[in-house]
């Protein structure tokens, strides 16, 4: 099965900063992540996927790269609304694993 | 409006079974694959189990495989999760999610059912 790490776990952060999650997966999956924002109580909402395909709707200071087995997300402006947890998925193969999330708070 | 709306979660004992359904709206159901992915208390997503859209590849985690049963009705526009012999590990929420593997992300999810389960 392929693992996924994400870091940090925790990032903290002031309106304004530019701040990037790592995603790395256990094997290779060429560019099949997503990655996802939630709010508390809120159910998880798409924000890129296919490793840097921003979903519609999505604000486009919210970025994605990578290929293989390393994979960033890049929110070049944190804003207000972007403190929350955020997740990567792989698509590669099944089990479709997600990592373990990482929460951005305000510093 | 395309609408994933959950139910059937509430409090079961330790062994005990649950129905969760899920269903959809504002979309054509039938041709997507759609999904269970479940959040303890506290804690991070876990895939539960995928089905796709005419129901002949279906796939579960270890956790649940043998307990859950995964099944679609594409008349009705609704997705189901059969969990038998729960246990408190199974505490969380169920959240049905609609894509998979060929549109390479989860859409749309649902709000979550709650299913807590107790000794």
């Known amino acids: 099965d392929i693992q996924l790490t994400q870091f940090p776990s925790l990032l903290s952060a002031s309106v304004g900063d530019r701040v990037t999650i790592t995603c790395r997966a256990s094997q290779g999956i060429s560019t099949s992540l997503a990655w996802y924002q939630q709010k508390p109580g809120k159910a998880p909402e798409v924000l890129i996927y296919?490793?840097?395909t921003l979903q519609s709707g999505v604000p486009s200071r919210f970025s994605g790269s990578g290929f293989g087995t390393e994979f960033t997300l890049t929110i070049s402006s944190v804003q207000p609304e972007d403190f929350a947890t955020y997740y990567c998925?792989?698509?590669?193969?099944?089990?479709?694993?997600f990592g373990p999330g990482t929460r951005l708070e305000i510093k | 409006e395309e609408q994933l709306v959950e139910s059937g979660g509430g409090l079961v004992r330790t062994g005990g079974s649950l129905r969760l359904s899920c269903t959809a709206s504002?979309?054509?159901?039938?041709?997507?694959?759609v999904n269970w992915v479940r959040q303890a208390p506290g804690k991070g997503l876990e895939w539960v189990s995928s089905?796709?859209?005419?129901?002949?590849?279906?796939y579960y985690a270890d956790s649940v495989r043998g307990r859950f049963t995964i099944s679609r009705d594409n008349a009705r526009n609704s997705l189901y999760l059969q969990m038998n012999s729960l246990s408190v590990e199974d505490t969380g929420v169920y959240f049905c999610?609609?894509?998979?593997?060929?549109?390479?992300?989860?859409?749309?999810w649902g709000q979550g059912t709650l299913v807590t389960v107790s000794s």
């Open positions: 504002g979309f054509t159901f039938r041709t997507d694959t």
């Open positions: 089905i796709s859209s005419d129901s002949v590849w279906i």
């Open positions: 998925q792989q698509f590669n193969d099944y089990p479709v694993a």
């Open positions: 999610t609609r894509g998979g593997r060929w549109d390479g992300r989860y859409m749309q």
């Open positions: 296919a490793a840097s």
